[in-house]
């Protein structure tokens, strides 16, 4: 089983590294502060590691859990790093009260980080309709995830499964942008009709 490296160093990326560690894989963890990277490597125990902000990520799989505002700058300074990875781009690109996309229309944060990354790289959109404090807890849940490359789906789909969790592909890249539209729904459904941020969506599949 293949490793994974997850640049940021936030609630995302801390539910995802724990799942991962538990589900066997190495983790290695990315950040600009080094001492809270060792921080959350320590709290996971022996299957993380602590990786250097710029250099080349050890994982074939390379987790962006950064807010979308950053993503951009963040794969531009790895840049050449990325070079053969595939990168899941967890981002929401919602506004500040989560009743709008900030992406303008015909395209996605998915697509504009997939300019930015080189050639060889290919970037798969998965996990941002997800709550951090809901996948932290361990439930079984679907995640929903779009890309273009056939192999870099394939691995993304088999590292949903790792973590215990359901992939559900929804078709190419450009599908990422109604996956990003999905939060400012979710984020209303909690606030209203739900009730509380203790959701999750999913699939029910004729069985």
């Given at each position: 089983m293949s490793?994974?490296?997850i640049?940021?160093l936030g609630?995302?990326?801390?539910?995802?590294a724990?799942r991962?560690v538990?589900?066997g894989r190495?983790v290695e963890?990315?950040?600009?502060?080094?001492a809270?990277?060792?921080?959350l490597?320590?709290?996971?125990g022996s299957?993380?590691?602590?990786?250097?902000?710029?250099?080349?990520?050890?994982g074939d799989?390379v987790v962006?859990?950064?807010?979308?505002?950053s993503?951009?700058?963040?794969?531009a300074?790895?840049r050449?790093?990325?070079?053969g990875?595939?990168?899941?781009d967890?981002?929401n690109?919602f506004?500040a009260?989560?009743t709008?996309?900030?992406?303008?229309?015909?395209?996605?944060?998915a697509?504009?980080?997939?300019?930015?990354v080189?050639?060889s790289?290919?970037?798969?959109?998965?996990?941002?309709?997800?709550f951090?404090?809901?996948l932290?807890?361990?439930?079984p849940?679907?995640?929903f995830?779009?890309?273009?490359?056939a192999?870099a789906k394939?691995?993304?789909?088999?590292?949903?499964?790792s973590?215990?969790?359901r992939?559900?592909?929804v078709?190419?890249?450009e599908?990422?942008r109604w996956?990003?539209?999905v939060?400012?729904?979710?984020m209303?459904?909690?606030?209203?009709g739900?009730?509380?941020?203790d959701?999750?969506?999913?699939?029910?599949?004729p069985g």
């Open positions: 490793s994974v490296s640049i940021g609630n995302m990326a801390g539910a995802l724990a991962a538990a589900g190495a963890l990315i950040g600009r502060d080094p809270k990277a060792k921080d490597a320590a709290a996971l299957g993380a590691t602590v990786g250097t902000f710029g250099a080349v990520p050890v799989i962006l859990a950064v807010p979308y505002a993503a951009v700058p963040v794969v300074q790895h050449d790093a990325l070079a990875k595939f990168i899941i967890i981002s690109t506004n009260d989560a709008g996309l900030v992406i303008p229309e015909g395209t996605s944060g697509q504009e980080i997939a300019k930015a080189p050639a790289a290919h970037v798969v959109k998965a996990f941002n309709t997800v951090g404090h809901v932290a807890q361990g439930r849940l679907d995640v995830f779009a890309g273009d490359d192999r394939a691995d993304v789909s088999a590292f949903i499964e973590l215990g969790l992939p559900l592909d078709g190419g890249l599908m990422a996956l990003e539209g939060g400012p729904l979710l209303g459904l909690a606030r209203n739900a009730g509380t941020f959701i999750a969506l999913g699939v029910d599949l």
